[in-house]
């Protein structure tokens, strides 16, 4: 089986990731790609972005994944040809201050709030039409998140089914 764990930049992929890299999974970061050039990337100089194109990520992953189950790592993932997608959610403020954390812009900040808070990432994966999970990251330490992602590959869907997440309370008091 081949999964995509993605989300917005600061959900926890790659924390979770390594973690699951650490239990046995093969575990395959995206960015790793694209920074060993297997891919062609632009410049996005007005959003401070590398621009992939999804079509030659997704050749260049399946020419270089082993056999086996694995997991795709990367907020582009859900993009890609794969049999589940795992959305990992925040809850904008949080990621934002998350996001802080790392020193990011606040432009960039509020780019990836607004994104998180319209489902961005759920829509897309939705658009794919493959099977889609959602998890709130939000109050999670890395272990628990493990454990709930662990949980999802071992075949628990529904506590995780598409629409239980919501932001709409914190995104009606920017305005």
């Keep these: 089986m081949i999964v995509a764990l993605t989300g917005t930049p600061g ?3 790659s924390t979770i990731g390594e ?3 650490s239990s ?3 575990v395959v970061e995206l960015s790793d790609i694209v920074r060993d050039g297997k ?4 410049l996005d100089t007005e959003r401070g972005s590398l621009e992939v194109d999804p079509e030659e ?3 260049a992953v399946s020419s270089t994944l082993p056999s086996g189950d694995a997991l795709l790592i990367g907020h582009l993932s859900h993009l890609l040809t794969v049999d589940l997608i795992i959305i990992l959610r925040c809850r904008p403020s949080v990621l934002a201050e998350r996001l802080r954390s790392r020193g990011w812009s606040e432009d ?3 780019e990836n709030m607004e994104a998180e ?3 961005v990432i759920l829509v897309e994966s939705v658009e794919m039409g493959g099977e889609v999970v959602e998890l709130d990251t939000t109050s999670l330490d890395p272990s628990q998140a493990v454990a ?3 949980e999802i590959l071992a075949g628990e869907r529904e506590k995780y089914a598409i629409g239980h997440v919501d932001w709409s309370d914190e995104v009606m008091g920017w305005f």
Excluded at 39 to 42: A, D, I, L
């Design 11 to 13: 959900t926890g992929k």
């Design 19 to 21: 973690l699951l890299r």
């Design 24 to 26: 046995g999974w093969t």
């Design 39 to 42: 891919v062609s990337t632009s």
């Design 57 to 59: 990520l997704d050749k």
């Design 108 to 110: 960039k900040i509020w």
């Design 117 to 119: 808070a319209c489902d």
């Design 148 to 150: 709930a992602v662990e």
